[in-house]
Every structure is written in structure tokens, then in C-alpha cells.
């Protein structure tokens, strides 16, 4: 069974059945309905139209659940419409429906988790993490977003804001998380800049680019962490590097400064360094404060005491950490690199530990259990 091509074609089926009636709640219970069937049925008898085969099975199963009086008498005016077989048309629907969910009768917040949710295929636990609310929190979120747009004609698409949004933490669960969405994260994004002369979408373009560009120096053959310091920088893109470079500096000329513009400068001037050493903190710093005073995110000020850590030396970068509260996610990890820059060994291994203890994902918490173990080893010695 394809799983990659069952999920890619999964937003297209969705915004066709949305296009022909089906409201939205009710269309993606049909959807996953057919992929629950495509999962048991193709296997042996494989589909020559895959896309033609859903469409087919989704729309069967959301006649099938329209059972009131109301529903049944809509159902037979909407029999008429079922898609007759042959192949479906070779249309990309996945950034409509990206709009159609960002829909104006739902809140910002409501319409990125609802869209990660249905069309990014993200779990509910993968958006609590990127929001930092608890999981319980975020389902209860994404029920309430269901139950709003349920019945609702999608007529009114949502704001491009709405959209870079989804995009920016569909490209991030991508390049960090358990699902590769990454590359269709930036597909999207390129379709977007095409259709809209905005100094921020070429401002997340262009950092979509420059971060995918190190990916294949993220990880060892053995698929643990590499820090940023230590990556081989011969393995970077050079070409998306230059290219998102170039997007870069053309958005920020028409000086409309925005968070993602922010953002992909401060990548840029990680991508500009030969070497770790050679890189331009106090450049970085200055990003930062941009970037703070844009978003008041308190992430971006953690990212932020890394960077006077680095600018300043470590003694400034804890001053900065302090100010912070430290339940927030990686805020002990920050800790404990700073005091080992500042030579408190015993302190910075006991804090990796602790970090490792919270870590998200495997690859993180094993990291940090090596860097608590070398640390401890270094201080018996």
C-alpha cells in the first residue's frame, strides 16, 4: 500500500467533495472513510485511477451517512452529480483548500489547526506541540472548528495570512517531526508566490528554502542529531541556499518588514557563514529584536538568549534566559548549553539530563542524553 500517494491525494479528494455539497465536517469523515477502504481493497485489486477511485468512495460514503429526511431528499438531487467513472481531472486542488479552511467564520488559530489537521495530516498531538497547549486542549480546539464550519458553504475563502501560517508549520512538522510534509510544504508555498505579490510570502519562500537547503546535514548516517556548529556545510544546497538568498533581498526591498522576512535574514546569515566560528551573531541579535518586536513570541526570545549567548558570551545569554519562563519547550536545553559555554560542567550535564527527560522526539532526547554524557564523562577524567 502507497501510503505517500494516499496522502497526497487526500486534500484534492477533499476540496472536490466540498466543491460538490458536502459540508466540511461531513466530507473529511467520508474522505477517511474511502482511505480506510482504499487500505483494505487495493492491495489486491489495485486501482488504474487512484484519484478517480477515491473521489468515487468518498462520495459514496457521504451519501451513505446523510441519513435524516432533510439530507436524504438533498442526497437524491445531489445522486445526479457523482463523478462518473474514468480518470479525474489531473487538478491541483491542495492550496484551494488551504484558502476554503481558513475560512472567515473561524478564527485564525481555529483555521490553522483545523487545516494541519485535515489537509496536512498532522496528529493532533504533533499541533498541540507546535502551539504548546496540551493535546487535550487542541482536540477540543479542532472539535469546536469542525462544529462552526459544518454546514457552511465554503464561498468565502480565508486571508493569505491564515495561509502562510498553515504552511509555516506544516514546512516546520515537516523538517523536524515524524512526517516528511517539508517539500510539499514548499510546493505550496511557490504555487502561493506565483498567484500573490506579498513581501511576506517571498519572505517564507525564501525560508522554507534556506532551511531545507542544510537538511541533508541534520543528521548523521545513524540518524542522531547534528547540532547547527557541527554540520558538514559541504553537504548544504548551495543552489536553494542562492536562491532563497536572492528571494530574500528582493522582499525585504520593498520595506514591509514581516516575521517570516525576519526569519529567512536570520537564516541567511547562517547559510552566509563558512564556518561556525566565522558566523555574524551581533547581526543575528539585531534580527532577533526585529523578529521579538513583530511576534512578542516567547520562543523567539529563547532563540534570542542563544544568540547573546553566542554575540555576547554565555554569562549575557543566561541574563537573557532568566527572564523567561522556563516551562517553555527547549528551555532547559538552552540552559544547559549556556552554562556549559560558561564552564559549569556539573550543572550543564545535570540540565541536559533534565532536558532529555522532556524532549519531544527520540532524536532530540537521545542528543541531549549524549551531550549529558559527555559532559560527565569529561568531569571524571
Not at 489537521?117 to 482536540?139: C, D, F, K, N, S
Not at 560542567?345 to 551531550?371: F, M, N, W
Request: with cysteine; aromatic share 4%; glycine share 6%.
Amino acid at each position: 500500500m502507497d501510503e505517500v500517494l494516499l496522502r497526497s491525494l487526500t486534500p484534492s479528494v477533499l476540496a472536490i467533495l466540498v466543491r460538490r455539497g458536502a459540508d466540511f465536517a461531513a466530507a473529511e469523515d467520508a474522505v477517511q472513510d474511502a482511505l480506510v477502504e482504499a487500505v483494505r481493497v487495493w492491495p489486491a485489486e489495485p486501482p488504474r485511477d487512484p484519484k478517480g477511485w477515491l473521489v468515487t468512495a468518498a462520495w459514496r460514503k457521504f451519501l451513505d451517512a446523510t441519513r435524516s429526511d432533510t439530507a436524504r431528499r438533498r442526497r437524491e438531487g445531489l445522486v445526479d452529480e457523482e463523478p462518473a467513472p474514468g480518470p479525474a481531472p489531473a487538478v491541483d486542488d491542495t492550496l484551494q483548500l488551504y484558502f476554503l479552511c481558513a475560512h472567515p467564520s473561524l478564527t485564525p488559530s481555529s483555521a490553522v489547526a483545523l487545516t494541519l489537521r485535515a489537509v496536512g495530516g498532522l496528529t493532533t498531538r504533533q499541533i498541540a506541540q507546535a502551539y504548546l497547549v496540551p493535546e487535550a486542549t487542541m482536540a477540543q480546539r479542532i472539535s469546536r472548528a469542525k462544529r462552526t464550519v459544518s454546514g457552511v458553504r465554503f464561498d468565502r475563502p480565508g486571508d493569505v495570512a491564515t495561509v502562510l501560517r498553515v504552511l509555516y508549520l506544516v514546512f516546520n512538522e515537516g523538517y523536524s517531526g515524524d512526517v516528511d510534509l517539508a517539500a510539499e510544504a514548499i510546493r505550496l508555498t511557490r504555487q502561493l508566490a506565483a498567484r500573490v505579490d506579498h513581501p511576506e510570502v517571498a519572505g517564507l519562500l525564501a525560508l522554507m528554502l534556506l532551511h531545507h537547503a542544510r537538511r541533508a546535514a541534520r543528521t548523521a548516517p545513524d540518524g542522531s542529531l547534528v547540532p547547527l556548529a557541527e554540520q558538514d556545510r559541504s553537504r548544504w544546497d548551495t543552489g536553494s541556499i542562492a536562491e532563497g538568498v536572492a528571494i530574500l533581498q528582493a522582499a525585504l526591498a520593498r520595506d514591509r518588514l514581516g516575521e517570516f522576512q525576519a526569519q529567512a535574514a536570520i537564516a541567511a546569515l547562517h547559510a552566509d557563514a563558512p564556518t561556525a566560528g566565522e558566523t555574524d551573531w551581533v547581526q543575528i541579535v539585531e534580527w532577533y529584536d526585529e523578529l521579538a518586536r513583530l511576534t512578542d513570541s516567547p520562543v523567539v526570545r529563547l532563540n534570542r538568549a542563544v544568540a547573546v549567548g553566542e554575540a555576547d558570551g554565555p554569562r549575557a545569554g543566561l541574563a537573557a534566559l532568566a527572564a523567561l519562563d522556563d516551562a517553555l519547550p527547549r528551555h532547559t536545553a538552552v540552559a544547559a548549553y549556556l552554562r556549559e559555554r560558561d564552564g559549569d560542567l556539573a550543572t550543564a550535564a545535570r540540565l541536559y539530563a533534565e532536558a532529555a527527560r522532556k524532549a519531544p522526539d527520540l532524536s532530540e532526547r537521545d542528543h541531549l542524553t549524549r551531550q549529558a554524557a559527555r559532559l560527565n564523562a569529561r568531569r571524571s577524567r
